[in-house]
């Protein structure tokens, strides 16, 4: 009965170092770690332990037996990955830290950014003797993208915060929340305080698609529209207008998936997740029937992973449907073309909400004069190199599709960090395994780009906090001047007042069968940190 990994992994190899046979693939180190879609279970060397699956930090091992009729798909995905990619060598996987030759006991260091990328940078240096690590962020709450970017119809994705919440519970951790570097304290203000400062800033901003009517109302980037339903307290004002049939999302990656899945799901579904009230209200209210999300090239090069298009596929009660097939594509061309071309294959059922892949489609203009009406696209073909390369060109074909919501989620952007040299091009901050300069650090997006998945942060946050310790052996490091600015600053939220904000959360979603009840507005959630709600009552937590 061998082990299955699903649509939920998260890809941070925690399975892998607990597998007895070294069964699951690619580990870290291995070509294909932090690239593939998931990782995989060898159906042919498990040996039925268990052992995954109690480390694995959101759910996503399961036995093959226990696989929902939606989840089949990925046993086969799993056996399939090993015909390409054997991985011969079952020597099973132990790893020791590096001794140090420098004692880290004393040692001080300021994570800027409460995401996955800081809190693994926080777990991989606190693993060491005597390490003290003050995490800071700009909101009032920490979890970065895995709050307020993971769609709330995902909520086993969501279980990883279990493993940031035992993260924060260890010895030497502290919080600075709702503390903005660069407003509150400077760069200065943290490296003097500090031995060393990791920057997990992420990539907040989103690329523009730089077509005409892009800044008409009713044009949303896709990164607001996620933070705005995920109760994101910059984005608690008002709603993007619902009152339209058609959405288009131009871009076809996850996040497209994610937003055409919550413009068409049931409300009443929703309403048992951690979705913000006031998006939850909206949706209930909205008029959309239909999401058409673009790709600019064919099926076989669309963005999206094959685990979330296989969960697409499996939706209930929402058509899915495939438009734009290139001629000269086969069907069983890639495994992700295989289920597409199963999509295409599908009649509508009259009624239903739809979501309507199109491909070989690209924004030429959005339509309308004081409000978006709709988007012209450009038809392309595909043209193949003689490098093997294909490319999707445009043609003289266009058509505008009525929409009254046009989204852009054509990827995240880093900005500029005061302090760090940035690289506009790749958007990343210059540096050497991590290393701005000694004493000066970078993990997750701001280091290399708006890639991977959750647990591809704990890679990345190793390998810096490795750079970190290896200047802090050869003396590079300079020691604390004084006692962190930040310290006394009274507004900031420590780690009591977050797991305050945490529980009247979750009491208040006990209350009403759902995960939590997100505090939306930054006076309710500083409130709340204080114990108390916003018109000065206690708060039960």
């Not at 020791?96 to 880290?104: F, K, L, N, S």
Request: with cysteine; aromatic share 4%; charged share 25%.
């Amino acid at each position: 009965m061998p082990y299955v990994v699903t649509r939920s992994c998260c890809a941070d190899a925690s399975c892998v170092m607990a597998c007895p046979v070294n069964c699951i693939h690619p580990a870290p180190g291995e070509p294909g770690f932090g690239q593939t879609d998931m990782l995989y279970v060898d159906p042919r060397t498990c040996v039925d332990c268990g052992a995954c699956t109690t480390a694995c930090p959101v759910d996503a091992l399961k036995p093959h037996t226990a696989l929902a009729e939606a989840e089949l798909p990925f046993l086969e995905l799993n056996r399939a990955y090993y015909d390409s990619a054997p991985h011969a060598d079952r020597t099973p996987m132990f790893l020791v830290p590096p001794q140090r030759r420098a004692a880290t006991d004393g040692l001080r260091v300021a994570v800027v950014g409460a995401g996955p990328a800081g809190l693994f940078a926080a777990d991989e240096l606190l693993r060491h003797p005597g390490v003290s690590v003050t995490v800071y962020d700009r909101l009032p709450t920490p979890y970065g993208l895995v709050r307020a970017g993971v769609a709330p119809d995902h909520q086993d994705t969501k279980r990883v915060t279990e493993l940031f919440r035992t993260i924060e519970s260890q010895p030497g951790f502290a919080y600075r929340l709702n503390t903005r570097v660069g407003h509150d304290l400077r760069h200065e203000d943290l490296v003097r305080d500090h031995h060393a400062v990791i920057y997990a800033v992420g990539a907040a901003a989103d690329r523009r698609l730089g077509i005409d009517g892009e800044d008409l109302p009713g044009s949303v980037s896709a990164t607001d529209f996620v933070a705005w339903y995920n109760g994101h307290p910059d984005h608690a004002g008002a709603a993007p207008r619902l009152d339209g049939e058609r959405a288009v999302v131009v871009g076809n990656g996850n996040v497209a998936l994610d937003v055409a899945r919550v413009l068409t799901a049931d409300p009443d579904a929703l309403a048992r997740t951690d979705i913000s009230d006031r998006a939850l209200t909206a949706l209930r209210a909205a008029r959309v029937r239909e999401v058409v999300v673009l790709g600019r090239r064919g099926p076989a090069e669309a963005a999206f992973t094959l685990p979330e298009l296989i969960a697409l596929a499996a939706l209930d009660g929402v058509d899915v449907l495939v438009e734009g097939w290139p001629a000269d594509v086969p069907a069983d061309a890639t495994p992700k073309t295989a289920v597409l071309a199963e999509l295409a294959a599908r009649t509508p059922v009259p009624g239903r909400r739809r979501i309507v892949l199109r491909f070989l489609a690209s924004p030429a203009r959005i339509e309308g004069d004081d409000r978006v009406t709709g988007l012209t696209v450009v038809r392309n073909e595909l043209r193949r190199a003689d490098d093997g390369t294909v490319r999707a060109v445009p043609t003289d074909d266009t058509e505008t599709l009525d929409a009254s919501l046009v989204l852009r989620a054509v990827g995240y952007r880093a900005e500029p960090v005061p302090g760090l040299p940035f690289d506009a091009g790749s958007g990343t901050v210059p540096h050497e395994r991590g290393r701005v300069e000694p004493g000066v650090y970078v993990t997750g997006w701001i280091k290399r780009g708006p890639t991977g998945f959750i647990g591809t942060n704990k890679s990345c946050a190793g390998e810096t906090v490795s750079a970190l310790l290896d200047d802090l052996d050869a003396g590079r490091l300079t020691a604390p001047a004084g006692t962190p600015a930040a310290a006394a600053r009274p507004d900031a939220v420590d780690l009591d007042g977050w797991r305050a904000i945490d529980g009247a959360e979750r009491a208040a979603g006990r209350a009403q069968g759902r995960p939590r009840v997100k505090l939306v507005a930054r006076d309710d959630l500083l409130a709340a940190a204080r114990g108390a709600s916003r018109d000065g009552r206690p708060v039960t937590v």
